[in-house]
């Protein structure tokens, strides 16, 4: 799954404290379809790389409900 891209060709994210415990969350919209998530709990892995090519991974679990 690929992250939305704005109309400037930059990466839709931003960084926000979204739990509020004083560290930048990394937030991003990802471009997904009606056949993309299914209902349930599961275990999520981002990867990418920083500017300077430094690879980075982290990993959740997400429950989608209907």
């Known amino acids: 799954m690929a992250v939305k891209v704005k109309n400037n060709g930059t ?13 930048m969350d990394l937030v991003c919209q990802f471009v997904d379809g009606a056949t993309t998530w299914s209902e349930g709990t ?16 982290g990993s959740d679990e ?4 209907p």
């Open 11 to 23: 990466p839709q994210c931003s960084l926000e404290d979204v739990n509020e415990d004083g560290y």
């Open 62 to 65: 997400i429950r989608i409900v």
């Open 42 to 57: 599961a275990v999520v892995v981002l990867t990418g790389s920083l500017f300077d090519g430094t690879p980075i991974a």
